[in-house]
């Protein structure tokens, strides 16, 4: 199961069926695409068959066990896409054709369930495509390992550093276009979600004499190449370079600076691309450049001889570009560069070179600016690729290694990277015929050994101490004296002398003494014989740089040469270790770090040496094929010949003998695909048996046999040995990993539902604490503020009270807020309880003692307001009664006891209508203008009769008038006054001044409007002094010197009747009793 994969796994699988189907169409199937189910096994011709017949149909991957043999197939076959890696992942290995990502998916997967480390050891000669492979598995993990945004960066680095570090370390050879130059170990790094968090890169020397060598038909570096035909004029105008390659000594050795099949200007694009990628600063990559130019300028240093056949140098213009690139004073390089120093008696002496001496110091000091150059640039990536994060990772290593290789002339080179190639057949020698057999012997399992080839002697005639080549080498390098590449070599012949893998020239029998030059040593390597001419072979090994030139350069302004010439080497003015030591040792070092992971294999084969594509039955070749039979009478033979251009049966199969692909088939056939320690397998199955699950009591022996017992294990499919089960076929293991794998997801469901129980009663619980919690606290800060307002409230009634006690007293701190309060309170209840009208007198609230003057001042106040609205209210008509009233109230207002009765009666204007007065009164009165007219009952003077009358007020008199009769006419000016009671009759009597008896004297009236006559009569009279309110009795004259009385009383009811003494007697009932 992939980790973190976003896709669903019906998803996928559905999608990897489909696929499946449209994939393993017959043409997958061609031949076996597994070599451990060929049935003629020990053949070496049926698996030659077998690969050639899938590698026509452009199947070039075909597995042995787990071992992936790859076919060169030398052209583009569109299997590396998107899709494609999307078919591979997550798939068991041999469900799917062989191909190098379901390799790369298992490593990882394996990886990932095992957590531990793997590497992946890639394999073969020069140009068997061991990069390719490498570059694929890498673009494989970039595409299908979980990712986020942020490691996306790593993954780029990560694909990025493989076109950077081929530009500077890899060159076309006679035997590659793309020749790697260097040994490169990368270990990918994994966090525990399988996502691919960052990388480290080892490189292995890197073939150094190139930069100023190259064979015939080689080249220099790529980068040399690409910065030239890539780099822009501004660039190359600033390096001081020419965009001509032939213009460089240092390109052109090899005579083909310029190759169709290599684009060397859309190469530069990519490098330029990835440096700024993989963070090269703008001033890193300028330096970098600055060096490769001046490497190029270093080669075009001409040097001539003086007089005295010293070394001189002419022409400064590369002077003087070195020492503007890289910021070194020209004399100091021009000294450097022609002269050494030479301690003699404790004395420095300077020693001038010879032209020969100044070239190979040159050329060693462009070796060594290069060289270092390019481990700066590996630890620069590696701090680009670098992972901060301290927590525990597992790696995937990749390991593509320069390949065997051999040339018309070999030298150093060859011999360092063809010992390379023998410790890796011997490693894998080690981790799989060898190891493998001596554990079947271990573990008590019966077994035929199967022999092999173990390339250990030729490791140890090259490496062994103080008796192998390179101690020989090294011996003759430190040895003072006269030391030459040929007494070197007749060290070699003294001491190899006999050695099955080693002839020279001298040691070599008849026949093979033809084949060899005198200064040249044979070996016979694993994978071939190759003869190696010794000369260099002092040189390379010494890989000397004079110390004067060291000193100048360490002058540099160019931050990068700073940091490959420390002031202070590592190995100070001790002798530093040879190469060839040093990669020994190197080796070593990467051997152990093999040793400790899990290995994984993919050998490489050419198909054929002229690096041409499969598929021979193209329309031009069968025309090829048939013009040959027609016309030149072509034999099978010539056919063959033909297509062994393409699939080189003889080329082919010396690989397969040499790479031990045979043995290793037999071992697999034989042996047993998988194993593993009793204690482990139980642990990691024992989920799939209900006795082993979840704890087995017994042995893991006893537990692994309960189990394979309850998997239905076939006898024939594992054997258990002393510690281990051994399992023979790897679909048995498959079918295991299956139903583990679905086991594992029940068991993932339940724990995950355990798991989730438990987590929600955590969070339950969690919450639940949080609720009580959050209650107590509320609760706890409710108890605090009403606590606080308790104690407000306290606070408050107490300074109430006290505010209350001390009310009366003049304002202080004590009675201040109460007082207010009581202010603020009767202001408010004020407000609410106004009287409505002017007449309501009653509604006043009783203030506080504090407020008693603003009671009577406010009171006043709204009394104001209220008569004011009152008065805007009130019509002119209305005004002039009130008017009229307040007359009738001055008059009467608290002298005549039935007043208050009559001022809620309104006042009529007259109350007789001209239509009940008689027309003759009318005639008579009108032009005097009737102001006033009531019905009256008039008391006869004498006997007091009762007579209905009208009273009618004109503008000059009053009249008294029976029915059209006036009666008796008063003139205002003879009207002396008018006298009603105190009491609440309605009498009043009219006093009127009489000169002679005839005239009728004072009138008695009783009259029901007795309160609206009377103040009539005063407006018309306007004379407000008439009426007169009396007690008791009142006089009246009858005429002139006859008096009568009308006396007054009160009573209980109303009634007139003439008294004994002949008073007329008014008796009336009070107010109170009507
Ligand atoms: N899988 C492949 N598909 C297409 N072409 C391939 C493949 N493998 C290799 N080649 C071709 O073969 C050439 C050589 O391959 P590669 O550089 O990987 O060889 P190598 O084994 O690394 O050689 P060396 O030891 O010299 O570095 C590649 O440049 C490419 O053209
Ligand atoms: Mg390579």
Redesign the pocket.
Known sequence: MYPMHTKSLEERCQRILQDMEGSLTARDRVGIQDFVLLDTYTSETAFIDNLRKRFNENL?YTYIGTLLV?V??????GIYTKKQMDIYMGVNFFELPPHIFALADNVYRTMISETNNHFILIS??????????SK?VLQFYAGSCPSTSLLEGVRDRLLLSNPVLEAFG?AK?L??????RFGKYMDIQFDHQGAAVGGHILSYLLEKSRVVHQNHGERNFHIFYQLIEGGEDELLRWLGLERNCQNYRYLIQGECAKVSSINDKSDWKTVQKALTIIEFSEKDIEHLFAIIASVLHLGNVPFEANAMSYARINSSAEIHWLSKLLGIPSNMLLEGLTHRKIEAYAEEVLSPFTVEHAKYARNALAKAIYGRTFSWLVNKINESLVNKDSTRKTVIGLL?I??F?VFDVNSFEQFCINYCNEKLQQLFIELTLKSEQEEYEMEGIEWEAVPYFNNKIICDLVEEKHRGIISVLDEECLRPGEATDFTFLEKLEGKMSGHPHFVTHKLADQKTRKTLERGDFRLLHYAGEVTYSVVGFLDKNNDLLYRNIKEVVRQSKNTIIQHCFPAIEPDGKKRPETVATQFKSSLAGLTEILMSKEPWYVR?LKPNHC?QPGKPFTSHLWLAVLSAECFTRASDLSLTHLFSGLFDDVMVRHQVKYLGLMEHLRVRRAGFAYRRRYKVFLKRYKALCPDTWPHWKGTPAEGVQRLIKHLGYKPDEYKMGRTKIFIRHPRTLFATEDAFEVCKHELATRIQAKYKGYRGREEYQRQREAATKIETCWRGLQARKERERRAWAVKVIKKFIKGFMNRNQPVSMDNSEYLAFVRQSYLTRLKENLPKSVFDKSTWLTPPPIMQEASVHLHKLHTRLLVWKYVRGITAQRKTQLQIKALTSDLFKGKKENYPLSVCQPFADTRISEQDISIKVLQMICPEGIKYSVPVIKYDRNGFQPRFRQLIFTQAAAYLVEDAKVKQRVNYSSLKGVSVSNLSDNFLILHVACEDTKQKGDLVLQCNYLFEALTKMCVVTKNNNLVKVVQGSVRFDIQPGKEGFVDFKSSSEFMVYRAKNGHLMVESAGTKSR
């Open positions: 070039i790859s060169n197939p030398y052209k583009e076959l073969g000669e020069s140009g068997a495509g061991k990069t390719e492979a694929k890899n050879t035997k590659n276009y793309n020749s790697s593509d320069y390949g290789e490489c690096k």
